[in-house]
C-alpha cells in the first residue's frame, strides 16, 4: 500500500456520461498530481494542485476539471466521455510545492472503460 | 520541447542475465532524473533518482542507472535479473523549468524468461 487511495479501481459508463475518479494523497502531502496512461499516448501529466490550488496544467482536455479540497483529497471529473477517454487515471502525491527531489507516491490507478 | 526517449520498447532477457534498458531526454540546464517500475495491475514504484552529484546511482530490487550529461542518457541496468523483475519500467525527467511534473518516456516491458 503505498498511501495514495483511488476510488473506483475499475469504471465502465457509457459514452456522453460523467464521472468523478477520487484521489486520497499519502498522510502530509500536499501536492495531488493526475496522470492519464493510455496505449497510444503513454503517460500523460493532466493537473497538479497543491494546497487547493492549480499549479500547473498539462493535456487535459476541456471536458476534464479538477479540485483540490481542504482536507487534501482530489477529484477529477470527464464529462462527454468518448471512447477514447479509456485509460488508466493515475493520482499521485508529494509533499512538496514544486520540487520533485523524492519523486511521486503513485496511487494503484482507475481502469476507465467507456464503451 | 521536453522529451524523455526509451530505446526499447520491449527487451526479452533470460534469468540471471544483465540487462540495460535505455532512456535519453532532451537536454536541459538542470534536471532531476528517475526511473519507476509498474508490475501487473498495480501503480508506479520509484527505483532510483538522481538528484545531483555521483553520476551512478543506486537503488531497490538491484537496480543502478547512470547519468551521462553529455550524452543527455539515463540508462538503467542490473547485473543479474529474476523472473520477478518482469515489468514495465518507465524512465521520467523533472525539467528545471517545470519542477513539479514529471515527463515519462514510452516505457519499456522487460520479460525475464526462465
Known amino acids: 500500500d503505498s498511501g495514495v487511495t483511488q476510488t473506483p479501481k475499475h469504471l465502465i459508463t457509457a459514452t456522453g456520461q460523467r464521472v468523478t475518479l477520487r484521489c486520497s494523497p499519502r498522510s502530509g502531502d500536499l501536492s495531488v498530481y493526475w496522470y492519464q496512461q493510455s496505449l497510444d499516448q503513454g503517460l500523460q501529466f493532466l493537473i497538479h494542485y497543491y494546497n487547493g490550488e492549480e499549479r500547473a496544467k498539462g493535456n487535459i482536455l476541456e471536458r476534464f476539471s479538477a479540485q483540490q479540497f481542504p482536507d487534501l483529497h482530489s477529484e477529477l471529473n470527464l464529462s462527454s466521455l468518448e471512447l477514447g477517454d479509456s485509460a488508466l487515471y493515475f493520482c499521485?502525491?508529494?509533499?512538496?510545492?514544486?520540487?520533485?527531489?523524492?519523486?511521486?507516491?503513485f496511487g494503484s490507478g482507475t481502469r476507465l472503460t467507456v464503451v | 520541447a521536453q522529451s524523455v526517449t526509451q530505446l526499447d520498447s520491449q527487451v526479452p532477457v533470460f534469468e540471471e542475465a544483465p540487462v540495460e534498458l535505455r532512456c535519453n531526454y532532451s537536454?536541459?540546464?538542470?534536471?532531476?532524473l528517475f526511473w519507476y517500475v509498474q508490475y501487473p495491475n498495480q501503480g508506479l514504484q520509484l527505483l532510483l533518482k538522481y538528484l545531483s552529484g555521483s553520476t551512478l546511482v543506486k537503488g531497490i530490487n538491484g537496480f543502478e542507472a547512470e547519468f551521462n550529461k553529455s550524452q543527455t542518457s539515463f540508462h538503467l541496468r542490473k547485473p543479474s535479473v529474476h523472473i520477478s523483475d518482469t515489468a514495465e519500467y518507465f524512465c521520467a525527467v523533472s525539467y528545471g523549468t517545470s519542477y513539479g511534473k514529471l515527463t515519462f518516456g514510452q516505457g519499456t516491458i522487460l520479460t525475464v524468461h526462465p
Open positions: 537536454s536541459s540546464v538542470s534536471v532531476y
Open positions: 499521485a502525491s508529494s509533499a512538496h510545492r514544486d520540487k520533485t527531489n523524492y519523486g511521486y507516491t
